[in-house]
């Protein structure tokens, strides 16, 4: 009894050192897989870098980096110079024309606590301080309302539009005096 039952172990250990010698590959269905992708991998990959390496550098898709007026756009000049005939006070938009412009989209609504245009109570107290201290406020901004000076408008067109919004708010200012041309005034 005891010789076939020191048998039995030892069969048993041969096949689990026979199994461990085994590979995964166990059905000739499997074969047949891993011998295909061995070949067609590393063929898609070599035809992928041959492709890469030997085609020419195309931008981006909606790349334009040497479009020739994407060039034009990159190196064209940062700023400009307008030059406004200040010989006539009709070169430069009336008060009504600045309001609709600039002013209208806070002081038309009452936006952030403007005064809204025609208000004659939101009006009152400002037009007291004097056309001298509105404008300055329009220049150089007070609360909300960011700095005019130096935008769109001139500073003259800034004046004709506070009289015009201060007017219609009950104010009684005079139209400013459009300035002086350098020409003339070295005459």
């Given at each position: 009894m005891s010789g076939t039952h020191d048998q039995a172990p030892a069969t048993h250990a041969a096949a689990e050192a026979h199994d461990a010698h085994e590979g995964p590959i166990k059905t000739p269905k499997q074969l047949i897989a891993a011998v295909f992708f061995a070949f067609v991998i590393p063929i898609a990959v070599l035809v992928l870098a041959a492709n890469y390496v030997s085609s020419d550098v195309k931008p981006a898709a909606g790349s334009d980096i040497?479009?020739?007026?994407?060039?034009?756009?990159?190196?064209?000049?940062?700023?400009?110079?307008?030059?406004?005939?200040?010989?006539?006070?009709?070169?430069?938009?009336?008060?009504?024309?600045i309001f609709k412009a600039q002013c209208a989209a806070c002081h038309a609504t009452g936006t952030l606590g403007a005064p809204k245009?025609?208000?004659?109570?939101?009006?009152?107290?400002?037009?007291?301080?004097?056309?001298e201290a509105l404008l300055h406020s329009a220049l150089?901004?007070?609360?909300?309302?960011?700095?005019?000076e130096g935008g769109d408008a001139s500073d003259f067109e800034l004046a004709r539009a506070v009289v015009y919004m201060a007017n219609n708010g009950g104010a009684k200012f005079d139209e400013p005096k459009a300035p002086v041309a350098a020409s003339?005034?070295?005459q």
């Open positions: 040497t479009d020739a007026e994407a060039v034009a756009a990159r190196i064209q000049r940062v700023g400009a110079i307008e030059l406004k005939d200040l010989s006539s006070p009709a070169a430069f938009r009336s008060g009504e024309e245009f025609g208000d004659a109570d939101a009006w009152g107290p400002r037009v007291k301080t004097g056309f150089k901004g007070k609360g909300a309302m960011p700095p005019q003339a005034a070295s």
